[in-house]
C-alpha cells in the first residue's frame, strides 16, 4: 500500500518536473528583453517567473530524489511470494490413493469390453 503512494507520488513529480522545464525560457531567449519585449508585463515581474521556476524545478527534482530512494528500499523489502510446493505438507511414502474401482452394479457398456474381436471369415474370396 506505501509503495503504491510513493510510487503515485513519484509519478506525478516526474510530470511536474517536464511541465516546469518546457515553461522555462532558455538562455538566448533574454536577448528579446534587452529591448523592451514585455518582459515586465508578466505575472511574476521582470525576474521572478525565471526564480520561481528555478527553484520550483530544484524542489520538485529533490522530492523526485527522495521518492525514487523511497522506492528503491521498500522495493527490497519486500518479501517474496512463496512457492505453493513449499505451502503443501510433505507426503510420506507409500500411502496413496486406493485405486479406482466403478460402483457396485455399473458395468461397462460393451463398446469397452476388452474381449478380442477376431477378424471375419474369408467367405467367398476368390484367389
Known sequence: MLQSIVLFVHLGVAVLIVGLVLLQRGKGADAGTGFGAGASGTVFGARGSANF????TAVLAAVFFATSLGLAYLATQTSAPESLLDLAEPAEIGTGLPAASPPPG????AAFDSTPIEPPADEGVND
Open 106 to 109: 455399473d458395468e461397462l457398456p
Open 53 to 56: 521556476f528555478s527553484r520550483m
